[in-house]
């Protein structure tokens, strides 16, 4: 294959050794170069444009502007250029804001090489690559109770509860404050009509709203 054709990647990653590890991992795959690499979007948008990557690995938790909301920045430098989310979150509101914001894939960062360049090669063909999990996740959630009082948004910081994660856990995790997370349980306990956490899973779960 000439190295004309050969498919351009960026990656925007801040941890040195992985974003080193994919680049090399890439590199080292024939049809396939390495466009530029970069430890975050603010770093990335002086000069993505010029790289004109086909496709750009991009993280979710990168210091300054995160990953999600990069998206629609990078969409505009490099309009034909595809997205994959490479992360270690498998939060489902952070999926589908990945996905509403133009992401192509998600993948989670225990995918293999080898998965990794087949779902660089996937998203080039026109496919949608998920890690297996994260596909499960995708399809669960069409297939919970529509007629869910909670939103979507509720409905995740619920089974994020059931999981048992703290309220500071899940503020972190969803790049959100405190106050917002018991501003959300608060209203979650409302729409059930419970008053305890145990209740409000329970309740959830017994209606298929979780």
């Known amino acids: 294959m ?17 974003r080193e590890g994919y680049a090399y991992l890439i590199g ?15 770093d990335a948008a002086k000069k993505i444009a010029q790289d004109d990557p086909d ?8 210091p300054g502007i ?10 505009k430098l490099v309009p034909d250029a ?9 939060q489902e509101l952070l999926i589908f804001r990945a996905l ?9 960062k225990n995918t293999s090489p080898e998965k990794i360049i087949s779902a660089i090669h996937e998203v080039m063909e026109g496919g949608g690559p998920m890690s297996a999990h994260i596909a499960r996740m995708v399809i669960h959630s069409f297939q919970r109770n529509e007629a869910s009082p909670l939103t979507r948004r509720e409905t995740e ?13 899940i503020a972190q995790e969803l790049f959100i ?29 017994d209606n298929k709203f979780i």
């Open 66 to 75: 995160s990953g999600i909301d990069a998206i629609p920045k990078l969409k």
């Open 177 to 205: 404050d405190l106050e917002t997370v018991k501003s959300h349980i608060k209203n979650i306990y409302h729409k059930l009509n419970v008053h305890s956490k145990a209740d409000a899973i329970k309740t959830a779960k």
């Open 2 to 18: 000439s190295r004309d054709l050969d498919i351009s990647v960026c990656i925007i990653e801040d941890d040195e050794t992985i």
């Open 55 to 62: 496709v750009i690995l991009l993280d979710v938790e990168l």
């Open 100 to 108: 509403g914001n133009g992401a192509s894939g998600y993948l989670t």
């Open 157 to 169: 910081i619920l089974e994020q509860i059931a999981t048992g994660k703290s309220r500071k856990r």
């Open 82 to 90: 595809f997205i994959l989310i490479l992360t270690v979150y498998e």
């Open 28 to 42: 080292q795959t024939p049809g396939y170069k390495i466009a530029g690499s970069y430890p975050s979007f603010e």
